[in-house]
């Protein structure tokens, strides 16, 4: 008698950049380490397997997904693991309230974390004529960045170093459908020659600082020694309390310190974090965080798995 039961994978993971190849190699290299079948789905496989899924010919129990932020070619694959896998890393739901800059600007307020001073403007498709108040652009100060809201992605849309309302009026038409932040420029503070500004990573419990200098993006590891000696643990409560207003599983922050001893989330949620190896490109991640990353998600699919058969006892 035939057997109509679907080929069952443990973890599946949408990818659609090709720089992404090495994270998702260490990604199935920690997962097969321990026993966790994994598949791949790019662009090309994509309409394929949406085939086998409708045919009910093949299943998957945990979702980790970098490809939907890039092409929408890939939301109903998306929607079907809402649906039906059991782990999802990073659900959909939340990265789609979490990348909204406006929203979290007002939530990081709310629950008194530092933020750039903004003005939030509404889309261009909903609103076409702006009135500046020049008093509220000069609180902002003579250079200011442009950034849209929900536009992510390699700093896409951003505008640094920013002085007339011309330049923001041409902005807002570049994403018309976006809301945009005006936003002061902040400028860190120095210890020992390095810029205050940190890239954290938070990943399935652990928060991961680093030195990213936002001049060069070169990243250097954040010691423990640093930590102390710089006194820098607000690192880690300022990434707790992102992390419990955004519910990510895996994400990066931007902080600054500044002169004045104060904490500045600077890019407030970012769902897709660029993973390639430093020793390969020089604004790539530390290697060792990379790996540890990789080991972390596979630790993650593992556990939820542990806990799934043991329901079944």
Not at 195 to 214: K, L, Q, T
Not at 274 to 282: A, V
């Amino acid at each position: 008698m035939k057997d109509n039961k679907p080929q069952l994978y443990n973890l599946a993971i949408a990818w659609n950049w090709e720089f992404d190849s090495d994270f998702i190699s260490g990604i199935e290299h920690e997962c097969s380490l321990r026993g966790i079948s994994t598949y791949k789905i790019d662009t090309n496989h994509l309409p394929h397997l949406l085939g086998d899924i409708k045919d009910n010919k093949i299943t998957f129990e945990a979702f980790f997904d970098r490809a939907s932020d890039a092409d929408p070619h890939f939301l109903p694959l998306v929607k079907w693991m809402e649906e039906h896998a059991t782990c999802l890393i990073n659900p959909y739901h939340r990265v789609t309230h979490a990348i909204d800059k406006a929203n979290m600007h007002l939530e990081f307020i709310t629950n008194g974390l530092y933020v750039p001073n903004t003005i939030i403007l509404s889309p261009y498709n909903e609103q076409r004529c702006i009135s500046m108040d020049e008093k509220e652009l000069k609180n902002i100060g003579n250079f200011f960045v442009i950034k849209p809201a929900n536009t992510t992605g390699g700093g896409t849309g951003v505008i640094m170093n920013a002085v007339s309302i011309s330049e923001i009026i041409k902005a807002r038409q570049e994403h018309k459908n976006d809301k945009y932040l005006i936003q002061e420029t902040i400028i860190p503070t120095i210890f020992e020659g390095k810029r205050a500004w940190f890239r954290v990573y938070f990943a399935f419990g652990e928060i991961i600082p680093c030195w990213w200098d936002d001049q060069t993006h070169r990243y250097t590891e954040l010691t423990k020694n640093e930590e102390s000696c710089f006194n820098l643990s607000g690192l880690r409560n300022t990434m707790s309390i992102i992390q419990r207003i955004c519910g990510l599983d895996f994400f990066s922050s931007e902080i600054a310190l500044t002169k004045d001893g104060k904490l500045v989330v600077v890019d407030y949620v970012n769902e897709v974090c660029d993973m390639r190896l430093q020793s390969k490109y020089y604004n790539g991640a530390p290697d060792d965080i990379v790996h540890k990353i990789e080991q972390l998600i596979a630790e993650h699919v593992k556990t939820h798995l542990n806990q799934k058969n043991e329901n079944k006892l």
